[in-house]
């Protein structure tokens, strides 16, 4: 009886397990095919793989990716740190835990937000000709300063990384600020009756305590960059000229545009690949920093 309540427990895993892995069997099927999305799939071994390594759109669109990886893993969990030691350490005690609560939730607002929403309104501030950041340039008298942020194909891409780190800011905020919940006080306590300053309590008691937390935002923003999509999609639509594409983007125009979906089912799988060797990759660290 009790072997039968584990299964039990068991099922719902094993369910979500197989709608993830059902899909990913079937897409990396459809990759060694030739199709169109009709009629009949025509086996193509592996030249799929091989015009992909030979694709320059796709590598222009993962160069991309590592862009969107600065902008949505390497900056927010950078600022999200320096931020949630100064709300946790400065402001908390300074201001009082309700003023450090809703700076909290400020910053994590924009992940609570749509991603549809947040582009459509950013789409709104960033346009050219009426847009609220143009205005305000030319309201202060930085006229000169007037660009169009998101059809400019030198600036495109940085206005895309501006509004991404907008959005991942306060996921590891959040992460951070609960790591810190965890820290014995004792350790800033003793810091401070050493002479430490701020910088120096955040160096080297605040950091060596939340390695578990930095491997986990990392890990998990990095796969969001991985799989951006939406923002693109809103903003940008991959342009111009290709300028914002990014792997995931790319395979969706494949598929549904150019209706290659063989090729483009060879894009995806070689992504979740990716992913998922660098999800192992963070576990591992994870593991290691929980260890030591």
Known sequence: MRRDSYALF????????????????????????????????????????????????????????LFMVVAMALLPTALGLVLAAALFDYVGKHFGSRIAAVLRACFYLPQVLPVAVAGIVWSWILAPDNGSLNALLKAVGLAGWQQDWLGDPDLALYTVMGVLVWVQLGFPLVVFMAGLGRVDPQLYEAAELDGAGWWRRFRHVTLPQIRPEVYVVLTWCTIAALKVFGAVYVLTK??????????????????????QVGYGSAISTVLTVIILALAVLGLKLQNRAEAT
Request: aromatic share 18%; hydrophobic share 40%; charged share 10%.
């Open 10 to 65: 068991l099922l719902p895993g094993a369910l979500a397990f197989l709608a993830v892995v059902v899909p990913f069997l079937m897409n990396t099927g459809v990759s060694f095919t030739d199709w169109q999305g009709v009629g009949s799939p025509h086996w193509s071994g592996l030249a799929n793989y091989r015009e992909l390594l030979h694709d320059s759109e796709f590598w222009a669109s993962f160069r991309h990716s």
């Open 238 to 259: 991959g342009g111009p000229g290709g300028a914002t594409d990014v792997p995931s983007y790319f395979s969706f125009t494949t598929f549904f545009e150019k209706t």
